[in-house]
């Protein structure tokens, strides 16, 4: 399933159009939480097919190159995530705790994730958000702060759509 919802604005003569994603991994999403992720370009797609139950995956891509690459999943309430995933937060570079999003959070320069304590079908269980795959905005700070807003803003959202309560 492709989902995108398209506002189309030209860019002068060449071409380009910027583009509105308001839904990610068949869950809706505020477009302008996305909207720093995404150049201009000649096409968007929104890949959402990659999901599975309990693990809702989607790529969002620009004229054929990666942007935004998004998991979830549902896993032991026992298991420490954030520990476990260090090292390959630290190649996503310069990996740090984000205060109040979810049990715990860590946002690096080109992607983030966060952990939430649930209850799903009635086991204790987490809810893991994981978004890689980001090199846009080209400014670090920029590009950290808009992670850290898609992050708190959409762990809520696709958490209660996977069934997955706090």
């Known amino acids: 399933m492709v989902s995108a919802a398209l506002f189309l604005g030209v860019a002068g003569c060449g071409g380009t159009e910027s583009f509105t ?27 959402g097919n990659l999901s599975a139950p309990e693990q809702p995956r989607c790529k969002v891509s620009v004229d054929g190159e990666l942007y935004l690459d998004v998991r ?16 390959s937060m630290r190649r996503l570079g310069n990996p740090a705790p984000a205060d109040d999003i ?3 959070a860590t946002i ?21 958000l994981d978004i890689d795959g980001v090199d846009t905005p080209k400014d670090t700070a ?25």
């Open 21 to 47: 994603v308001s839904d990610l991994c068949g869950r809706k999403v505020d477009s302008a939480l996305v909207a720093p992720f995404l150049p201009e370009g000649e096409t968007l797609e929104v890949n």
């Open 108 to 128: 690096a320069d080109h992607g983030a994730m966060a952990v939430q304590a649930c209850t799903y079908k009635g086991e204790k269980s987490q809810y893991i």
């Open 142 to 166: 920029e590009r950290r702060g808009a992670l850290e807003k898609l992050l708190r803003a959409h762990l809520p959202v696709i958490m209660e759509a996977e069934g997955c309560r706090p």
């Open 72 to 87: 979830g999943n549902i896993d032991e309430a026992d298991f420490d995530f954030l520990k476990a995933t260090e090292r």
């Open 102 to 104: 979810g049990d715990g």
